[in-house]
């Protein structure tokens, strides 16, 4: 257990409206993660953030900005939402692991559906 | 880049039998290579992974998993499947030479859902 929470667990929201996801961490880790997760396609990266104030995109980028102000919290916000985005959501971090590399460890996701 | 592969959206098989769960990667150094299973409803959990050394690697719940180079695998193994292994299993690469410059970015497969049945 990382000490990852994610908030809220579950959210319905209409075509249009923006909508922010919170992921929190305990351990002051400096990388975090957005991943969101479909059928099909596994997981796919976001965006993710190497520091505070400090965000870099992912593979599927297009909709979604980011944000970190402080070392536990990552935003990730969808200023517009549209039903493509419906999917579940994901946040990491990572962490040194035994042999001396970096391993990731998830958050217990975020439904989020769009009508 | 970086890639991976899981050619089977689901695999069935009976309680007590073997479990193999396939996956192929590409990276344009040496792998870094893990294992990560999703129970309904939860996060990924964390089942192993494989940096350097021994080609088979013991993991979480009975779970192994062989490295084979030449072939760019690496399929996941259990000698006898339990109904509760029933889950979505996930393959995942970094490549060792990315590092911290290109944020420990993992590519994942697309999973492979593993039915037990009693």
């Known amino acids: 257990d990382a000490g990852i929470t994610q908030s809220p667990r579950h959210k319905v929201t209409e075509t249009g409206t923006p909508v922010t996801l919170r992921c929190h961490q305990t351990?002051?880790?400096?990388?975090m993660y957005w991943y969101r997760q479909d059928p099909g396609h596994g997981l796919r990266l976001i965006h993710y953030?190497?520091?505070?104030?400090?965000?870099d995109k992912g593979e599927v980028s297009d909709g979604y900005s980011v944000s970190r102000s402080k070392t536990e919290d990552f935003l990730l916000t969808l200023e517009s939402a549209t039903s493509s985005q419906t999917s579940v959501y994901f946040c990491?971090?990572?962490?040194?692991?035994?042999?001396?590399?970096?391993?990731?460890?998830f958050g217990p996701g975020t439904r989020l559906t769009v009508l | 880049a970086q890639s991976v592969a899981q050619p089977e959206d689901q695999v069935n098989v009976a309680e007590g039998n073997p479990l193999t769960v396939k996956c192929t990667y590409s990276?344009?150094?040496?792998?870094?290579l893990f294992w990560y299973v999703q129970y309904p409803n939860r996060g990924l959990q964390f089942l192993l992974k494989?940096?350097?050394?021994?080609?088979l690697v013991k993991g979480s719940y009975g779970f192994e998993a062989e490295f084979n180079k030449s072939q760019t695998s690496f399929h996941l193994k259990k000698p006898s499947a339990l109904v509760s292994d029933s889950a979505l299993y996930f393959c995942?690469?970094?490549?060792?030479?990315?590092?911290?410059?290109?944020?420990?970015?993992?590519?994942f497969g697309g999973g492979t859902r593993v039915l037990v049945k009693p």
């Open positions: 990491a971090i990572s962490k040194l692991g035994t042999g001396g590399y970096n391993e990731q460890f």
């Open positions: 351990e002051n880790h400096r990388y």
């Open positions: 953030s190497y520091g505070v104030k400090d965000t």
């Open positions: 990276v344009s150094g040496n792998p870094y």
């Open positions: 494989y940096i350097t050394g021994d080609n």
């Open positions: 995942a690469v970094r490549d060792i030479k990315q590092g911290e410059a290109a944020g420990n970015k993992l590519t």
